[in-house]
């Protein structure tokens, strides 16, 4: 079975400051990852996505993450916070080493990221 | 980009009212699509696995009497909520993901994101 651990269920921030959220999984055979933020009464947003080659993936509004399969982490990271950053930020794996979570999403709990003026 | 549309994105009715909710995939096709409940301050769980044609695949726990899923075609599927109860309010999403292409109708791209609907807010009173 897979899963999916996010470090911290809040992170705060100032405006400008480096943005770094957690992400750690479990799987028996790499898996695709991904991230997702979600803002108040609405569905998930990709932000970006591992699946093959580059272990630096670049997503959209200025995130990053990258994989490393030695410490089974996948964390996110924007060099600069914005205020519009504010959200609750989602770790996914989908499972393909077969049985009943193959190519299934598994998400972490989530964290949520307060940005301060 | 791909697009999901879920619809109603707020539903407040009366216990034993059934629901029902749709997700459509606006510009792909999606052989599967998937429903997650997330309750307040927490992750989202898969509820099931909708394919077009054939019945929905449930995750343990999961009742496939109280929630009904039908895949009708390969860019709706709906979930009805029968018989609605106040512990049934939750905040309900589905996902698509478009079909591989070229490959047998019934494979989805495992490296193709999901996509998420923007939910739906079910209050039972």
């Known amino acids: 079975a897979q899963s999916v651990t996010q470090l911290g269920s809040h992170v705060s921030v100032s405006e400008g400051a480096l943005v770094l959220l957690r992400c750690n999984y479990s799987s028996s055979v790499p898996p695709y990852l991904f991230w997702y933020v979600q803002y108040p009464n609405q569905g998930l947003q990709l932000l970006l996505k591992y699946t093959t080659g580059a272990t630096l993936v670049k997503g959209i509004n200025g995130f990053e993450a990258e994989f490393k399969k030695s410490e089974t982490s996948f964390h996110l990271t924007k060099p600069s916070a914005h205020m519009s950053d504010a959200a609750e930020y989602f770790c996914a794996v989908r499972g393909l080493a077969g049985g009943t979570s193959y190519g299934k999403l598994t998400f972490g709990q989530g964290t949520i990221l307060t940005v301060h003026p | 980009g791909a697009v999901v549309s879920q619809h109603p994105s707020r539903v407040i009715c009366k216990s034993g009212t059934s629901v029902k909710i749709e997700c459509r995939s606006l510009?792909?096709?999606?052989?599967?699509m998937f429903w997650y409940r997330q309750f307040p301050k927490k992750s989202l769980m898969l509820m099931a696995t909708?394919?077009?044609?054939?019945?929905?695949?449930?995750e343990q726990g999961v009742e496939k009497d109280k929630f009904l899923i039908n895949h009708a075609s390969l860019t709706l599927s709906t979930l009805t909520v029968t018989s609605a109860h106040p512990e049934d309010s939750s905040f309900y999403i589905c996902?698509?993901?478009?079909?591989?292409?070229?490959?047998?109708?019934?494979?989805?791209?495992?490296?193709?994101?999901?996509?998420f609907g923007d939910g739906t807010r079910l209050s039972i009173l």
């Open positions: 909708s394919n077009e044609g054939s019945k929905a695949t449930y």
């Open positions: 996902s698509a993901t478009p079909r591989e292409q070229g490959a047998n109708i019934s494979v989805f791209s495992l490296n193709q994101p999901q996509h």
């Open positions: 510009d792909f096709q999606a052989t599967t």
